[in-house]
């Protein structure tokens, strides 16, 4: 018996969940009227709605059938099927013609199913979903572009070409970027080069020869050989060292050129410009350097062309700290030693490193998008022929030059998600300048006064112990 009893105790339970559930579906497709003038009857598109009225009705008319279509089950229910987005009305009479209420009938797209795709793809995001006409309306405020971008994807499966996007992105959207180029050149060049000239009166006449090697050729007059046993040097003569003597009436000068040279170049350059996501941004710190182009009437017009630090990058966050950069930046100077000379004017060149490319960087992470190593070598030997073969002398008729450059490149770029802040936080250079007295500059030679900021950001800087020669401040 009690066994029998729990076991109808279950089956009993069973049958109210079933009612339950049966109640539940029947709210979510039942529209019942109660004698109100007016309603709303929301029903989806290509799908049915079954309505119920309190009062036996005897006609039913549907104002635009294109968009819904209807018809009576009994006196009481009333099927009505959504066939294209739209509004219309729906009016029910009793048996004497008297109107019971009209109903206003909103077909729109079905969202339902959409709705439980994106809360399934995206789950958390704040993201309200609407219908417009025929079309899908997605609002709200999304975590990232990408997630966004994701949403309006997964709508246009259901509404092709029909979806709006109201939809804004939360979060930090404002990128700044460091970009670094560092720059070494090194360049050792040898050179070693001789030239022999001989003067003077021999056998009653006058005698003068010159026998030189490279660029030290004609570096010793004869003439001067000849009188003061000296020899001058032209001005591309570096490095030279004159031996002289005279036999008798033989006078020789012998001038030994060797030259080493060794040189250093360190460039760097630290631009910092701060955009929008999604938007383009400019940079550029240097000049505009002027050149002559001719026109096809005979005319010359000048055009500028920029030199300097230049940087142009769009950046897009993507997702949470995921930073797409799409970026291109270049260092350039005048270059004079590769200009060319067209009639009167002299146009230089320009020395130009440059790199375009586009990468992917969390907040914070470096990338070096690019990076040359460059090392040429170069070496000459000249020597008169026969003579430089002699040994020991033949060096006395021999030239030789070596030169080696090298030149390291790297460009480094750092993207950083950046907020505003108060003005009064930040310190600028000139905060820690102050304009000399008279006393200052004219007793004791300062070019700077003394009196150090005490408020502010530039007093909490000034506070700061320095040494060395870097940033703003030098010692």
Known sequence: MKQNGLLKAALFGVALAFVHASSAVE?????????RTSSVLHVPMNRAVVVESETPFAELSIANPGIADISSLSDRTIYVLGKSPGLTTLTILNETGQLITNVDVRVAADVTEFKERLQQ???????????????????????STQKMQRALDLAERYAPDRVSNLMSVGGVQQVMLKVRFAEMQRRVAKSLRSSLATGGSVLGGDLGLEIGTGNAANAVQVDTVATKLNASTNDSTNGGVLFGFNAGGLEIGILLEALETKGVVRTLAEPNLTALSG??????????YPVPVAQSDGQVSVEFKPFGIELDFIPRVVDGDLINLELETSVSSIDTANGVDVGAIRIDGFKRREASTTVELRDGESFAI??????????LNGQLPWLGDIPVLGALFRSAEYAREQSELVIIVTPYLVTPTRGEALA??????RLPTERDLFLFG????????????????AKQDFSGSYGYVMD
């Open 428 to 433: 600028l250079p000139t905060d820690l300048v």
């Open 446 to 461: 300062r070019t700077t006064g003394r009196d150090a900021p005490v408020k502010g950001a530039a007093g909490e800087v």
């Open 370 to 379: 690019a990076g040359l190593l460059q090392d040429d070598f170069q070496d």
């Open 121 to 143: 793809i995206l789950p958390g995001e704040k993201i309200e979903v609407r219908t417009a006409n025929d079309g899908i309306v997605l609002s709200g405020v999304a975590s």
């Open 279 to 288: 938007q383009e941004a400019k940079f550029l710190a240097g000049g505009e």
């Open 27 to 35: 709210a979510e497709t039942i529209k019942v009227l109660q004698g």
